[in-house]
């Protein structure tokens, strides 16, 4: 029995108990009619999908984020590692664990980002655009530099939306001078340091700062609404003219694309265009880097919902 290993060490076979965070819960009933949970744990090495059969509770979704005691068994199901639970439990007040070893956290140098993001902020030439950035950072301060970039599907990890902001600014500040006929660099570079701010008001965070679910508000008017309305306060308050705050706010509420894929409007400027195919790269990028790490060499991962297919590892 392999008490507390790293999830990243699991293999077919490993009999395990140990602590572990509860990323994901689902209640869910088989198809003979039995109860059954569908879970996936985490620790600061990675994540494993697990089930616990005929279990109907107590722990369930209203757990999610928090920490647990499980003990089950390895096995592989459609070529990715799989836990079947047979016991599983919430923490109680004299268990003894450590959260540095559970939490999940970006593999990035995080002040030394943060850091980083502050000198985009700088670079930019235009006053306007360069005081609201600053503005919204300031306001949202360190809770920005620490919350993960989603729930589950990208950067689901702590300091996740740094990494992602911060890598989407290197994109583009390359790409614009490449195009540099027809992109205005500091707005470019404006919208994609602020495309999530407001993911700071849409996810609702555990104790361990993780994403569980979404804010009221969240689910009603969403990121893209509600960042869009943070610039266009920023710019009233700091006199930006209006049309600057316009193509600010128009970056934010594209910057998905396409109505399917959750903007507002589509994007109808060059920079606006960029800014969610940047958007579209990092994320996707991340999705291939996070699911590989569960891929033996030579074969297929099991079907991402985020990418609708398979992906293969090669050599």
């Known amino acids: ?13 490993d009999e395990i108990e140990g602590f572990y965070l509860l990323k994901t819960a689902a209640a869910k009933v088989s198809g003979s009619g039995k109860p059954f949970l569908a879970a996936a744990l985490a620790d600061s090495s990675g994540s494993i999908e697990a089930k616990a059969w005929d279990y ?13 005691k499980v003990r089950g068994s390895v096995s592989e199901f459609r070529g990715s590692l799989q836990l079947i639970i047979s ?39 235009d006053p306007d ?19 993960p970039g989603g729930k589950s599907v990208h950067h689901s990890f702590l300091h996740g939306l740094l990494m992602h902001t911060v890598n989407m600014a290197r994109m583009a500040d390359d ?31 555990s104790s361990l700062g993780l994403v569980t679910g979404y804010s009221t508000k969240g689910q009603l008017l969403g990121h893209l609404v509600m960042g869009a309305g943070a610039v ?5 308050e700091l006199g930006v003219p209006e049309e600057k705050s316009m193509l600010l706010q128009h970056m934010l509420l594209s910057h998905h694309g396409e109505p399917e894929f959750g903007a507002a409007v589509r994007p109808q400027c060059a920079e606006s265009e960029l800014l969610s195919l940047i958007d579209l790269i990092d994320s996707r990028m991340e999705i ?10 030579g074969q297929f991962s099991k079907k991402l919902f985020a990418l609708d297919k398979k992906i293969y590892r090669h050599r």
Not at 129 to 147: A, E, M, S, W
Request: glycine share 8%; with cysteine; net charge negative.
């Open 1 to 13: 029995m392999e008490y507390n290993r790293y999830i990243a060490d699991f293999q077919v076979g």
């Open 56 to 68: 109907s509770g107590p722990v369930g979704p209203s757990d999610e984020g928090g920490v647990i």
């Open 87 to 125: 016991r599983i439990r919430t923490v109680q007040p004299d268990d003894q664990y450590s959260l540095d070893t559970l939490v999940p956290c970006a593999p990035i140098d995080a002040a030394g980002w943060s850091g980083e993001l502050q000198d985009f902020v700088d670079s930019l030439e």
């Open 129 to 147: 655009y360069r005081g609201v950035c600053q503005k919204l950072l300031d306001q949202y301060g360190q809770q920005f530099l620490d919350i």
């Open 175 to 205: 790409l614009a001078q490449l195009y540099e006929d027809v992109i205005d660099r500091d707005l470019l570079v404006a919208g994609t340091l602020l495309h999530d701010i407001a993911k700071c008001d849409e996810f609702v965070t």
């Open 232 to 236: 266009a306060e920023a710019a009233r």
């Open 288 to 297: 291939y880097s996070e699911a590989l790490t569960e891929v033996p060499v």
